[in-house]
């Protein structure tokens, strides 16, 4: 969790990967105020009217939705849209993010010798684009005892085939107390 990350995915960056649905995406948001979607995504989240309450929060989560699986899924899109989820997911990462997670700028990468002595795995889908993979790979270096999956032909969803394959393995090879160095 960077400032470099958050503006990828929510300022410039995925937008040049996806500019039919960045255009929805900022289309809530008064032209002035497209320096800073996240903050401009909070007010609007917050203080607005209930119809732009609503509608900020489903562009948010189209968003979301439409760039997180490596193909479109129009069913995922229209699951993050429906009102109620879409008020609920929008406001919980908006308040993550508009507080960076209650993390220091590279708080993360910094503190990963703690990680040393501890065994894990990171599975990250290669084409990924709300979280470049470059930080998983960063984190693996950081972490030599956590093995790292790039996961070919995944986007950010755990859904996709080859991400949920990579997690449920995972989470049985940890659940049987094994480590890296066992392997």
Same mark, same amino acid.
């Given at each position: 969790?960077?400032?470099a990350?958050?503006?990828?995915?929510y300022? +410039?960056?995925?937008?040049? @990967?996806?500019?039919?649905?960045?255009?929805?995406?900022?289309s809530?948001?008064?032209v002035?105020?497209?320096?800073?979607? @996240?903050? !401009?995504?909070?007010?609007?989240?917050?203080?607005?009217?209930a119809?732009?309450? +609503?509608?900020?929060?489903?562009? *948010?989560?189209? *968003?979301e939705?439409?760039? +997180?699986?490596?193909?479109?899924? @129009?069913?995922?899109?229209?699951?993050?849209?429906?009102?109620?989820?879409?008020?609920?997911?929008?406001?919980?990462?908006? /308040?993550?993010?508009?507080?960076?997670?209650?993390?220091?700028?590279?708080q993360l990468?910094?503190?990963?010798?703690?990680?040393?002595? @501890?065994?894990?795995t990171?599975?990250h889908?290669?084409?990924?684009?709300?979280?470049?993979?470059?930080?998983? *790979?960063d984190? /693996?270096?950081?972490?030599?005892?956590?093995?790292? /999956?790039?996961?070919?032909?995944?986007?950010h969803?755990?859904?996709?085939?080859?991400?949920?394959? =990579?997690l449920?393995? !995972?989470?049985?090879? /940890?659940? =049987?107390?094994?480590?890296?160095?066992?392997?």
């Amino acid at each position: 969790m960077t400032r470099a990350e958050l503006d990828w995915c929510y300022q +410039s960056g995925a937008s040049r @990967i996806f500019p039919d649905l960045w255009e929805q995406f900022a289309s809530p948001v008064p032209v002035a105020e497209r320096g800073d979607m @996240i903050a !401009a995504y909070r007010r609007l989240l917050t203080n607005g009217e209930a119809s732009e309450r +609503s509608r900020a929060a489903a562009a *948010w989560c189209t *968003w979301e939705a439409g760039t +997180s699986r490596l193909l479109p899924d @129009i069913e995922l899109v229209e699951a993050f849209a429906d009102p109620g989820f879409a008020r609920a997911f929008a406001h919980i990462e908006l /308040h993550y993010f508009s507080h960076a997670c209650w993390l220091e700028e590279g708080q993360l990468l910094r503190d990963a010798e703690r990680l040393a002595q @501890i065994p894990g795995t990171i599975v990250h889908g290669r084409y990924d684009m709300l979280c470049c993979a470059r930080t998983a *790979w960063d984190l /693996h270096k950081a972490w030599p005892r956590a093995a790292l /999956h790039l996961v070919e032909g995944a986007g950010h969803a755990a859904s996709e085939p080859g991400m949920l394959g =990579r997690l449920i393995e !995972a989470t049985n090879f /940890h659940g =049987r107390g094994e480590s890296r160095a066992e392997r």
